[in-house]
C-alpha cells in the first residue's frame, strides 16, 4: 500500500538571510528561478534571501515573495531528484497557502510569486496604517484563549499546535491579553518580532486589494486536495479559492485542525519545503507518529532524498 504523503509550505517568518543559497551555488535549475525571479519582479530577491540585511528581509513586501520563491525551489529540487514523487495534498502557513496552490497547478510560478510580493505589499501597508503586535500564547487552552480575546478585544491568528496559539491586535490590548492570559494560567505570552497584527481585523484595509488582485489571476482547479486556512478543509474550485484567500487574511490560521483532517484521511508522510523546520516542530506536538521530512537547504535535500529512495 503506498503512504499517503503530504507536502506543507513555510509561511511568513521562517525567512533568515542566507536562505536558498546553497542550492543557486550546486543546482543549475535552482540559479535559473532565482533569476527569473529578478526579471518577473523588476529587483534582485536573491541578493536580499542570500545576503539580508535581516531586517530587509524581515520586510513584509520582501520575506513575502522570499519564502514562495524559495519554498517552490526546495519543491522543484525534490521533484527534480525524485522524478517518481507522489504527493496527495499539500497545505501551507498562511503566505505558505499560496505556495502550496502553485504546487497543486491552480496558479503559476511567475504568478505567485507576484501575488506572493503584492500580498506582501498590501500587509505592510495595512500594518503602516494601523498599531498591532502579535503574541505566542503557550499552555492555554483554545476555550480559556478565547475569553481572554474577548476580554482584550483582540483576535485569535493562529491555532498551531496543542499549547501555543498565536493572537493579534491592537498593540495595547496585546499587552494587557497577556497578563490576562498569564493569570489564567498561560505558561508563557511572549511578542512576536513582527510588524503588525497578522491575520486579525486590523488587515481589513489590505482585503480588498488583495481580493482585486485575485480577481486578476487565472486560477484552475487543483490537481490534489489543498488544505485551507481559513476551513481547515480541502478548497473548491478557482472563485472559492479566491473568496478563502480573501478571507484568510483577518481570519484565523486553524492549522492544528488542517493537520487533523490529513490525518484522519490516512495521511502518514508529510514534507515541509521551504526556510525552517517551524512546521516539523508544529507536527510533532500534534502527532509525533507520523514520517517528517523537510527541505530547507541543500543537507536537508539530500537526506530527505535519500529517505525516499529507500522507501521505494
Not at 60 to 70: C, H, K, R, S, V
Not at 155 to 176: F, R
Not at 182 to 188: L, N, Q, R
Amino acid at each position: 500500500m503506498m503512504q499517503k504523503t503530504a507536502l506543507l509550505f513555510a509561511g511568513q517568518g521562517a525567512q533568515s538571510p542566507g536562505m536558498g543559497r546553497d542550492w543557486a551555488a550546486q543546482f543549475p535549475s535552482a540559479k535559473t528561478l532565482f533569476d527569473q525571479s529578478r526579471e518577473i519582479l523588476g529587483f534582485d530577491l536573491p541578493r536580499i534571501c542570500f545576503d539580508g540585511p535581516e531586517a530587509e528581509l524581515t520586510r513584509t513586501e520582501n520575506a513575502q515573495p522570499a519564502i514562495f520563491l524559495t519554498s517552490w525551489i526546495a519543491f522543484q529540487l525534490l521533484l527534480e531528484r525524485n522524478p517518481d514523487l507522489a504527493f496527495h495534498a499539500t497545505a501551507g502557513l498562511s503566505l505558505g497557502e499560496l505556495t502550496a496552490l502553485a504546487a497543486a497547478g491552480v496558479l503559476s510560478f511567475e504568478d505567485g510569486l507576484k501575488s506572493a510580493r503584492e500580498r506582501g505589499r498590501f500587509m505592510q501597508e495595512a500594518c503602516e496604517q494601523t498599531r498591532g503586535a502579535m503574541a505566542a500564547v503557550l499552555g492555554l487552552d483554545a476555550a480559556a484563549l478565547r475569553e481572554v480575546c474577548a476580554a482584550a478585544d483582540v483576535d485569535m491568528a493562529n491555532l498551531n499546535c496543542p499549547g501555543q496559539i498565536v493572537i493579534s491586535g491592537e498593540t495595547a490590548n496585546i499587552a494587557a491579553a497577556c497578563e490576562l492570559a498569564k493569570a489564567k494560567g498561560a505558561k508563557k505570552a511572549v511578542l512576536l518580532p513582527v510588524a503588525g497584527a497578522y491575520h486579525s481585523r486590523l488587515m481589513a484595509g489590505a482585503q480588498p486589494k488583495v481580493r482585486a488582485m485575485l480577481e486578476a489571476l487565472p486560477l484552475k482547479p487543483p490537481a490534489v486536495p489543498v488544505i485551507s486556512n481559513v476551513t481547515a478543509r480541502p478548497h473548491g474550485g478557482p472563485e472559492e479559492i479566491r473568496q478563502a484567500l480573501t478571507a484568510q487574511v483577518v481570519s484565523p490560521v486553524r492549522w492544528e485542525d488542517s493537520i487533523r483532517y490529513l490525518l484522519a484521511q490516512g495521511f502518514t508522510r508529510f514534507i515541509e519545503l521551504g526556510p525552517g523546520k517551524t512546521l516539523s516542530g508544529f507536527l510533532k506536538r500534534i502527532d509525533s507518529t507520523v514520517t517528517l521530512l523537510n527541505v530547507a537547504d541543500a543537507p536537508s535535500l539530500e537526506s530527505t532524498v535519500k529517505a525516499l529512495s529507500s522507501e521505494s
